[in-house]
C-alpha cells in the first residue's frame, strides 16, 4: 500500500493542477469557459467519437470471440492469439503508424479506427472467457427446443414479470 502511493500522487496531479488553476480563475471566468460553443462542439465530438467506439470495439470483440469459441475453424487457438495483439503495441504508437500509413484518413475516421483497433482486445478477452466457460450444450437444448439466444432473453423477461 505505502508503495502504491507515489504511483497515486503522480496520477491525481493533473487534477490537483486543473482544480488550483480553476479556483485562481473564478467561477465567471470558468462558467464562461464551460458554456462557450467550442466547448459543447468538441464534448460532443467526444461522445460521438465514444459512442462509435464503443459499438465498433464490441461488435468486432463479440464477433471474434464467438468465432474462437463456438465455431470449429481451423487453428482457433492462434485466432485468439492474433485477435490480442493490439495489446501488444502502445496505442501512440499504433496512431502513429495510421497516420504514417494512410495520411489521407479524415481526423474523427482515423481516430475512431485506431482507438477502435487498440481497444477491441478488452472485450475480446473477457467474453471469449466467458464463453469457454459456458457450456455449448445449453445453447444445442435451446435449438432444439425451438428456441434462439433472443427467444430465451425475451422469455426470461416474460418470466421475471409474472
Known amino acids: 500500500m505505502v508503495a502504491a502511493l507515489?504511483?497515486?500522487?503522480?496520477a491525481v496531479l493533473p487534477l490537483v493542477y486543473l482544480l488550483v488553476r480553476t479556483a485562481g480563475a473564478g467561477a465567471e471566468q470558468v462558467l464562461d469557459i464551460v458554456w462557450r460553443e467550442r466547448t459543447a462542439l468538441l464534448l460532443g465530438r467526444s461522445?460521438?467519437?465514444?459512442?462509435?467506439v464503443t459499438t465498433a470495439s464490441l461488435a468486432i470483440g463479440v464477433?471474434?470471440?464467438w468465432v474462437v469459441t463456438r465455431t470449429q475453424i481451423p487453428?482457433?487457438?492462434?485466432?485468439?492469439?492474433?485477435?490480442?495483439?493490439?495489446?501488444a503495441?502502445?496505442?501512440y504508437l499504433a496512431a502513429y503508424a495510421w497516420i504514417s500509413l494512410v495520411p489521407q484518413l479524415p481526423p474523427f475516421l482515423g481516430s475512431a479506427l485506431v482507438l477502435t483497433l487498440v481497444c477491441y482486445p478488452y472485450?475480446?478477452?473477457?467474453?471469449?472467457?466467458?464463453?469457454?466457460r459456458a457450456d455449448p450444450?445449453?445453447?444445442?437444448?435451446?435449438?432444439s427446443l425451438g428456441r434462439g439466444p433472443v427467444s430465451y432473453t425475451h422469455l426470461r423477461a416474460h418470466e421475471t414479470n409474472e
Open 47 to 52: 461522445l460521438a467519437l465514444a459512442a462509435v
Open 6 to 10: 507515489p504511483a497515486a500522487l503522480v
Open 123 to 132: 472485450v475480446l478477452l473477457p467474453v471469449a472467457a466467458a464463453l469457454m
Open 75 to 87: 487453428g482457433r487457438r492462434w485466432w485468439l492469439v492474433l485477435g490480442t495483439l493490439p495489446l
Open 137 to 143: 450444450a445449453a445453447e444445442d437444448v435451446a435449438r
Open 89 to 91: 503495441v502502445p496505442s
Open 63 to 65: 464477433g471474434w470471440a
